[in-house]
């Protein structure tokens, strides 16, 4: 798997320039004729096809009307939306407010969604933060987006949110890297009080928490963390972009790699003996 976040937007970009280029063959016409026929420059068709330029609407329309494919348009121009949604820079998303960040990350997915499979290798998810660490996580982001400030909403969101996935009808498998335990985002006090919160959320039924100790034999390579929803898309976030990825052979490597974490991790009492050593150093 490419440790390069934005790969599936490239490939689906790849993927939809190879079905332009199918048109444009089935109906006998070179680069350079379809070009003069629709007012571009031939360059520009060989950058699509090959996916290092995104197709406008106006260029799908054009080009299979060209082609005599007119009843593509409605399929293809879908596949176009879909993947430029794929890549959600934060700082054009952020000037609506923090708390609109994230497609995937919304109530409604989250209401929907019945498992959840989520390796963090140094932050805790959403679903696992105390108030006090979110606020923290959040100024941080704030800051750095120069993002207007909407932490109540934001944090009023995410409870919401969290309300949803810890529910009995739900089921949440998470692999944490030590290093997410061992990451302090405020006081020692706060610190304290979120690794009690941790293992007071592993002892619920439906919930799975193993931890990857830092002193293990490594073999997965999972470089940021990433969340499988169902077995319908995976949600990864990147300082600048949130990712979005929908191609079932891709969800497939996540859900194969998320496998092989979770049989580095340790569980059940093991677990929590190794929470409770990190809240007893940190104090």
Not at 127 to 143: D, K, P
Not at 144 to 162: G, H, Q, S, Y
Not at 245 to 257: G, M
Request: charged residues 20%; positive net charge.
């Amino acid at each position: 798997m490419t440790t390069d976040p934005s790969s599936s937007v490239t490939q689906a970009r790849k993927e939809l320039g190879g079905r332009l280029r199918q048109l444009r063959r089935a109906a006998g016409l070179t680069g350079q004729a379809l070009a003069t026929a629709t007012g571009q420059h031939f360059t520009r068709i060989s950058r699509i096809e090959h996916g290092v330029q995104a197709p406008t609407e106006a260029n799908i329309r054009d080009w299979c009307t060209a082609c005599g494919a007119e009843d593509q348009i409605p399929d293809l121009i879908a596949t176009a939306r879909a993947v430029e949604s794929a890549y959600l820079e934060w700082a054009r998303q952020s000037r609506a407010g923090m708390r609109r960040l994230g497609d995937l990350h919304s109530i409604a997915t989250y209401r929907r969604t019945t498992t959840f499979r989520i390796p963090e290798p140094t932050v805790l998810p959403g679903i696992f933060q105390t108030q006090a660490y979110s606020r923290r996580r959040l100024a941080f982001w704030y800051a750095f987006l120069d993002a207007p400030d909407d932490t109540d909403a934001t944090v009023t969101m995410k409870n919401e949110r969290t309300a949803l996935a810890l529910s009995p009808a739900k089921r949440i498998a998470v692999v944490l890297g030590e290093q997410a335990l061992r990451t302090r985002r405020g006081t020692p006090e706060e610190h304290a009080e979120q690794l009690h919160h941790l293992q007071t959320l592993t002892r619920l039924p439906f919930v799975s928490v193993g931890i990857i100790p830092a002193n293990t034999q490594r073999y997965a390579i999972a470089t940021i963390g990433f969340w499988i929803f169902d077995n319908n898309a995976v949600a990864l976030e990147t300082p600048t972009a949130a990712i979005k990825v929908t191609r079932p052979q891709e969800i497939a490597l996540y859900t194969k790699l998320f496998d092989q974490l979770q049989n580095e991790a340790i569980y059940g009492s093991a677990a929590h003996k190794l929470i409770t050593q990190i809240g007893r150093e940190q104090l």
